[in-house]
């Protein structure tokens, strides 16, 4: 079959951010994201594609298959009705547009869309959603991206249950989560204190996990990387 074309949003950066870069590139900004995202899509057989936020999401989204929407900064409280409590990961204003513009072409053709991290937090606030700014007993940015800490119960009859089983633990590198779902959603995976891990969208075309599975030794492993490209492949 041919290999789909999965659309994957980054993050912008200046030169002056990346230690041991030049002082005459300090001025100069740079598209980039953690390739462990690439990664997982090109172990499922996927093609990842790099979506730079200078791209208008209308005049690629009929080229692409799918969408992955990786982790991040934090997004505007703005954008869902809230002002700032926290600025620990500060926003990124631009990333915000770039991406609920790409998420409503997504929708417009059905497209199915992975979101991780704050992938899952932008899919829950394009369609109406809030969040929790700040819950630091999941910010364990103090620890390894692989360390394993803590489960997450799925949904028996969830997209995610169908992937994992009944329960898996998972990694924690967020400090966000969803408060009030948006519309057409579904919570299909939380933590023992009630968090919520993983949502859907109730025509199982989007799937998002509060975790970073790109970042777990299992990666070249993980069924929702095989999720996305096989829904991709599908269209």
């Known amino acids: 079959m041919t290999r789909p ?3 994957l949003s980054g993050r912008q950066k200046r030169g002056s951010d990346i230690v041991g870069m030049p ?4 001025h100069l900004e740079l598209d980039l994201y953690f390739a462990d995202y690439a990664r997982g899509i090109l172990e499922a057989g996927g093609i ?9 999401p209308a005049d690629v989204a009929d080229r692409l298959d799918g969408v992955l929407l990786s982790g991040g900064a934090d997004i ?3 954008k869902f009705g809230a002002e700032p409590e926290t600025n620990d990961f500060p926003p990124e204003p631009a990333r915000d547009e770039f991406e609920l513009a790409l998420l409503t072409e997504a929708d417009t053709r059905s497209l199915p869309v992975l979101g991780i991290c704050r992938g899952l937090q932008m899919v829950n606030v394009h369609r109406g959603g809030t969040l929790n700014q700040d819950v630091p007993p999941h910010a364990r940015f103090n620890e390894a991206p692989t360390t394993e800490a803590h489960a997450v ?3 028996s009859d969830s997209r995610l249950a169908q992937l994992y089983g009944a329960d898996r633990v998972v990694n924690s590198l967020h400090h966000q989560t969803v408060q009030e779902l948006g519309r057409d959603l579904r919570v299909t995976a939380t933590a023992d204190d009630g968090v919520v891990e993983g949502i859907e969208s109730t025509d199982g075309r989007v799937v998002a996990v509060q975790w970073h ?3 777990m030794v299992t990666r070249p492993d993980d069924p929702i990387f095989g999720w996305i490209v096989e829904a991709a492949a599908q269209r």
């Open 5 to 7: 074309l999965i659309g």
């Open 76 to 78: 505007d409280p703005l």
């Open 213 to 215: 599975p790109e970042m």
């Open 48 to 56: 990842p594609v790099h979506l730079p936020m200078g791209l208008n």
């Open 153 to 155: 119960t799925f949904e």
């Open 23 to 26: 002082e005459v590139l300090h």
